[in-house]
């Protein structure tokens, strides 16, 4: 019963590991979740992540005691990155986790019903948010909120939701008029069953492909809303906020602005390259 899950596993994973890139994506990805969660054994100064000062060890250079150097603070940069990883990584979770099931219900709703009133209400909504450029939009949300990483999470998500409900809203379309789906119309199937069980599978993949890149994505405006100062709050750690700090002192005191930035760089540069991956091996598989 298992044998063909594990054959189609297999040859996914073959297809997925030709592309050295992809690979290279996958060991970034599961390296930052892994010193995301375990930041409290691995980093060198797990307190640095809180509220210290030292300021004897303050603005020492990268060294063997601090390879990242520390900041105006005396602050373990390094220590401060991996805590912050997890700032990025529950800001593209809770954002995904929201953002995907409303965009996908109202692009499954609007593609089913399309040519009525639902279909244009939903739709039209859509193409007014979609006019508005994402980090626009979550810039200004946030702005009247207070700043905090649940506040943050909310402001791209409102901007976030459009991309799935047009991405769906295709598929749908595409969809509607296939012979499994008038089947269980004749059947007398109801519209609940006929979305959510006969359409909806069928759009998982490219759902789940989009999912993967939009992570990096939302991390990097996440960290543009960081760096603003509308995003989590010192003294918690966050990646955006230590590029604008450290920004103050350059260039003489560099390892302040371009770490952090670098962490950023790596965590974006790992889900695009996984993404593109599982891209190409859901299209070969399709194909």
Known sequence: MHEPRIKTFGRLWYRFSRNRLSVLG?????????????????????SH?????????????????HWFGTDVFGRDILSRVLFAFRGALKMAAGVLIVVV???????????????????????????IFLAVPSLIL??????????????????????WWP??????????????NEFYVLAAEVTGAG????????????????VFTKMTLD??????????????????????????????DGAKYLPHQWWNAVFPALAIMAVVLGF???????????????G
């Not at 949300?141 to 409102?158: D, G, I």
């Not at 992570?215 to 750690?237: A, D, K, N, R, Y």
């Open 191 to 206: 519209k609940g069953h006929i979305i959510f069980r006969e359409i909806l599978p069928n759009c998982l993949r490219p």
């Open 138 to 159: 979550a810039l200004a949300v946030c702005s009247v909120l207070r700043p905090t990483l649940f506040n943050s999470m909310m402001a791209v998500t409102v901007s």
């Open 215 to 244: 992570v990096g994505w939302v991390i990097l405006i996440g960290s543009g809303l960081s760096f603003v100062g509308l995003g989590e709050q010192p003294p918690t750690p966050a990646l955006g906020t230590m590029v604008s």
């Open 101 to 127: 099931p409303i965009g996908v219900s109202l692009g499954l709703v609007a593609g089913y019903h399309r040519g009525t009133l639902v279909d244009t209400v939903i739709m039209r909504v859509t193409d």
């Open 272 to 286: 695009n390259l996984l993404g593109d991956g599982i891209h190409d091996m859901v299209a070969k598989e399709e």
């Open 26 to 46: 996958l060991a970034l990805v599961l390296l930052v979740v892994f010193l995301a969660i375990f930041a409290g054994i691995v980093s060198p100064y797990p």
């Open 49 to 65: 992540a809180g509220a210290v000062v030292d300021y004897q060890n303050a603005s020492i250079p990268p060294s063997a005691g």
């Open 163 to 176: 991309w799935y409900t047009r991405l769906v809203y295709g598929m749908t379309c595409s969809l509607r």
